[in-house]
């Protein structure tokens, strides 16, 4: 077997047959320090998830100021396939801004934990979780959809988790949402949290999970596994410090390695990311999985040999499934079958002397640490071909 055996894993898995991605890089991603979106910014992108397929585009949060609720307005006007949903906290302000913008999907949140109780709201338990029930019934009362937050989730007292959550469905909300706001979670204290409320709550549950210590995708997937039917996530995993679940990273894990039915369209999944870093100046490292200028480029002889024979030696996947390129780079580790298939692609003929120049030239270039460009190869060969025809 040489693919990634999906079939197999969705039957042990026994992941929920439909698994929602709600986007929420207009949101949290711009909450990340250095970001400052336009109200045309803000729908441009907008068009461009709608037209990814995500379920859900979290558009902001529209209290916070006109062009919030002018951008949310005319994002509605727009008519997408994806629902669009904005944050609100649970004070009737916040319900209005949203109602004001058109909206229909309201995201509500408060903190549970201690800290939050004690710090930021000073409040008791059941004050928070009874200011929740009736900002609940307010939204539902005025035909919003309700997805309701526990902000700092994994850091409140499960107990209090459990009975807080079960208030908000009482009240009448349509999904729970569990943000691992400081994301201290790791892949099994994950599967038990949501094992446990999988079981005590009957709507739907969604993930909201960051990226502190680089875990959000998997603890993402965990989630999935244990009966989570929603993610959020942010194209890059842009968001607030380290970030949020990484959007490419989930959905192709999800899709690839799990055989899950995903609305996204992961042939859009580079350009996206490649439009997102460009409008939000948040570029992405070369080594940035799925679309990272390295995700699918080759050096080393040993490497290129194989991908040249049968590209699945060394790529899980084929570039083209998010959109991507397959790149042979050059370089001290360069071997001959990439020259060899560099120079028949550059339509250029050389003798075996000829090669073995050119070959020692990129070796010795190499140790030299220069990295080099197909450019640079071809201006080699033509220089070898010229100098030893000579
Ligand atoms: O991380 C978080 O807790 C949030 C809430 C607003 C859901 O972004
Ligand atoms: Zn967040």
Known sequence: MYAINMEQNKKELNIP???KIFDT???DGEQAPGIALTVDEKIKIAQRLDELGVNVIEMGFPTVSSGERKAAREMVSLGFSSELCGLARVVQKDIDALIDSDLSYAHLFIGTSPLHRDYKLKKS????????MEMVEYAKDHGLKVEFSAEDATRTELNYLIEFYKGVESAGADIINVPDTVGILVPSTTRTLIRTLRKK???PISLHFHNDFGLAVS???IGIEEGANQAHCTINGIGERAGNTSLEELVVSLKIAYGANLTVDTT???DTSNFIGSITGIKMPPTKPIVG???FAHESGIHVDGILKNSSTYEPIAPEIVGHKRRIALGKHTGHAAIKSKLEEFNIEVTQKQFDNIYNQVKTLGDKGKCLTDDDLRSIAITEIGTSGK
């Open 25 to 27: 890089t207009l949101r």
């Open 268 to 270: 859009k999944l580079y």
């Open 125 to 132: 338990k059941t004050e928070i979780l009874s200011q929740s």
């Open 201 to 203: 709550i009957n709507l």
């Open 219 to 221: 603890n993402s997937l």
């Open 17 to 19: 047959d439909e698994i």
């Open 293 to 295: 200028d390295n995700a």
